[in-house]
């Protein structure tokens, strides 16, 4: 299995809501990666995890809440958001500590904040 | 503070032309460059360059970076309609990967 599986694909959402994306591997990969990216634009980091440790918190606002329970799941909690929050969010996933680094990336999250 | 530049950041060209995508980059604790390929919605992987002058190959793919001068380039040769994605590099440090803003290339039958 070398694929890191995003749910769901497409989501929209009132800024009232309150929802999760979910993020799975199982390539037995310590560190994931939630990236933020809107149309047009590269992915932003927003937040990293190593060994299920929060360890970068790119400055991202508190209605964006990650969490990771163990080393195979990722979620990102969402609540209050605003439409300029719209974007694909990609989860990611990377053997840490590694001389070599490379993501593997999910197929992401279109979120759209109406 | 720590960035990376790709250039042109759009490019048009026809079935069988040969393209050379660009990347510099100013990354603190350097480790690693990669290219990756992005058509709908997950980037996947190209290459990863960790040494400079050493050119790396895949099929009309190849990319070589340069240490010194801090880029690296992406060549595609004998194009194919295929290949038209947006072409992200990005630079990897002790901890993040920083993208490029990427190079959108469209090739015309």
């Known amino acids: 299995d070398t694929e890191v599986t995003q749910t769901p694909k497409h989501l929209v959402m009132g800024m009232t809501n309150k929802k999760s994306l979910k993020c799975e591997q199982h390539m037995g990969h310590r560190a994931m990666y939630w990236y933020k990216q809107k149309a047009k634009k590269p992915p932003e980091l927003m937040f990293v995890y190593s060994y299920e440790k929060l360890s970068i918190n790119e400055s991202v606002p508190s209605r964006f809440s990650p969490e990771c329970p163990n080393s195979s799941l990722l979620n990102l909690h969402l609540h209050a958001l605003q439409p300029e929050d719209s974007a694909l969010y990609l989860c990611?996933?990377?053997?840490?500590?590694?001389?070599?680094?490379?993501?593997?990336f999910g197929s992401g999250t279109q979120l759209s904040v109406l | 503070e720590d960035k990376v530049v790709q250039s042109p950041l759009s490019l048009v060209v026809h079935e069988g032309d040969t393209v050379t995508l660009n990347c510099s980059y100013e990354?603190?604790?350097?480790?690693?460059l990669l290219w990756y390929k992005q058509e709908k919605k997950a980037p996947t992987f190209l290459f990863m360059l960790?040494?400079?002058?050493i050119e790396k190959k895949s099929g009309r793919l190849s990319s070589i970076l340069d240490k010194k001068e801090l880029f690296s380039i992406l060549n595609i040769t004998a194009t194919q309609t295929g290949d038209s994605a947006i072409y992200l590099c990005a630079a990897y440090n002790n901890n993040d990967m920083r993208f490029g803003a990427g190079t959108r290339l469209t090739v015309k039958p």
């Open positions: 960790t040494s400079s002058g």
């Open positions: 990354v603190t604790n350097f480790r690693s």
């Open positions: 990611a996933s990377s053997l840490p500590g590694q001389r070599i680094e490379k993501l593997f």
